[in-house]
């Protein structure tokens, strides 16, 4: 079993930074890809990023590209998603996510976490 833990959501002005990390135990994802997504109210859940753990090729969202980075950590299980020139319609409640190969699909991955909220002030 896995379990995916996010943390470092919060209150941010436009313009302003933020850094989210999520954490694995239980299977390491050393062979998977960990994904980003996200989910404004009334809205689907969209792709944000994702990174291929072997290789460390990333993917990106248009809506974020230049603007969002996606990073892991092998030691500490952990995989980052580094946020700067922050806008308000990147709030949302952001999940963490393992799937199996690099994807901007939903369904394509099985392991999510519980989710962090991020919310940016105009």
């Known amino acids: 079993q896995v379990q995916l833990v996010e943390s470092g959501g919060g209150l941010v002005q436009a313009g302003g930074s933020l850094r989210l990390s999520c954490t694995a135990s239980?299977?390491?994802?050393?062979?998977?890809?960990m994904g980003w997504f996200r989910q404004a109210p009334g809205k689907e859940r969209e792709f944000v990023s994702c990174i291929t753990w072997s290789t460390g090729n990333t993917a990106y969202a248009d809506s974020v590209k230049g603007r969002f980075t996606i990073s892991r950590d092998n030691a500490q299980n952990t995989v980052y998603l580094q946020m700067n020139s922050l806008k308000p319609e990147d709030t949302a409640v952001y999940y963490c996510?393992?799937?199996?190969?690099?994807?901007?699909?939903?369904?394509?991955?099985?392991?999510w976490g519980q989710g962090t909220q991020v919310t940016v002030s105009s």
């Open positions: 239980g299977r390491t994802f050393r062979d998977y890809t």
């Open positions: 996510a393992r799937g199996s190969y690099s994807s901007v699909r939903r369904a394509d991955y099985g392991y």
